[in-house]
C-alpha cells in the first residue's frame, strides 16, 4: 500500500533561517512521482515540483531545494532564507499513475 | 498547466439538503478527481471521474452520498447528498496534466462547505 507521512505537524522559524520539511513515502511501484504542494492561508493548491522516480538528482528553484533519496525512500524540501509569505501548509504527495496520495501535511510559520 | 476553476466557490447549506459543485478544466484531461479536506486535515481522494463510465470510488466512500457525472473531457459534478455537519469541508476538484515530463495533478480553488 501507499503512504506518505510528513512527520513534522507544525514548525516555527523567524524570518531568514532555513527549514526542512520532511517527507517519507512508501509504495510497491518501481516507477512513481513524487510532489510538493503548498496551501496558503488562502486555501488553493499550488503546485511546486514533480519528481520522477528515475530520476534523482536534487533540484533547486530560487530559494526552494529539494533532496530526493530512493535509498531512504525520502523526498525533502528546504527554504532557504525563509520569508513570511512561505507560512503556509505543506503536503507531500505521491503518485503511482492511477491517483495521487497526500500526505499530513507540515504547517509552517514563519515568524517576522 | 492545466487551469481548473470550480464553483460555488462557497456555500453554507441546510441539514439534509443536497448540493452539486461543478469543476471546469480549460483543456481537455483524462483523468478528473474530486478531493476532501476536512478542517486541518489532509486531502482525501473521493473518486476517480472517469468520462463515459461511472466513477471510480475509494473506501468509504460511495455513489449515494456522492454522486459523480463526467459528460465530457473538460467537465464533471460532485453533489453532496443529504448533506450533515459532518460533510462541511473543502471540496477540490483535480485533473490529470500530462506533458513531455510526466504527470502533474493541479487543483481547483476549492469549494468551502458549511452544513448547519
Known amino acids: 500500500a501507499q503512504k506518505v507521512t510528513q512527520a513534522q505537524t507544525e514548525i516555527s522559524v523567524v524570518e531568514k533561517e532555513d527549514v526542512t520539511l520532511d517527507c517519507v513515502y512508501e509504495t510497491r511501484d518501481t516507477t512513481y512521482y513524487l510532489f510538493w504542494y503548498k496551501q496558503p492561508p488562502s486555501g488553493e493548491l499550488v503546485f511546486l515540483i514533480r519528481?520522477?522516480?528515475?530520476?534523482?538528482q536534487n533540484e533547486i528553484s530560487g530559494r526552494y531545494s529539494w533532496n530526493f533519496q530512493k535509498s531512504t525512500s525520502s523526498f525533502n524540501f528546504t527554504i532557504t532564507a525563509s520569508q513570511v509569505v512561505d507560512s503556509a501548509v505543506y503536503f507531500c504527495?505521491?503518485?503511482?499513475?492511477?491517483?495521487?496520495?497526500f500526505g499530513p501535511g507540515t504547517s509552517l510559520s514563519v515568524i517576522p | 498547466s492545466a487551469v481548473i476553476s470550480q464553483k460555488p466557490s462557497r456555500d453554507i447549506c441546510q441539514r439534509g439538503t443536497s448540493l452539486t459543485i461543478q469543476c471546469q478544466v480549460d483543456s481537455q484531461v483524462t483523468m478528473m478527481f474530486w478531493y476532501r479536506q476536512q478542517p486541518g486535515q489532509s486531502l482525501t481522494l473521493i473518486a476517480t471521474a472517469n468520462q463515459g463510465s461511472e466513477a471510480t470510488y475509494e473506501s468509504g466512500f460511495v455513489i449515494d452520498k456522492f454522486p459523480i457525472s463526467r459528460p465530457n473531457l473538460t467537465f464533471s459534478t460532485l453533489t453532496v447528498s443529504n448533506m450533515s455537519p459532518e460533510d462541511s469541508s473543502i471540496y477540490l476538484c483535480?485533473?490529470?496534466?500530462?506533458?513531455?515530463?510526466?504527470?502533474?495533478?493541479?487543483f481547483g480553488p476549492g469549494t468551502r462547505l458549511l452544513v448547519l
Open positions: 519528481r520522477n522516480s528515475f530520476d534523482e
Open positions: 504527495a505521491l503518485s503511482d499513475y492511477d491517483k495521487v496520495i
Open positions: 483535480s485533473a490529470i496534466d500530462r506533458d513531455r515530463g510526466g504527470e502533474t495533478q493541479y
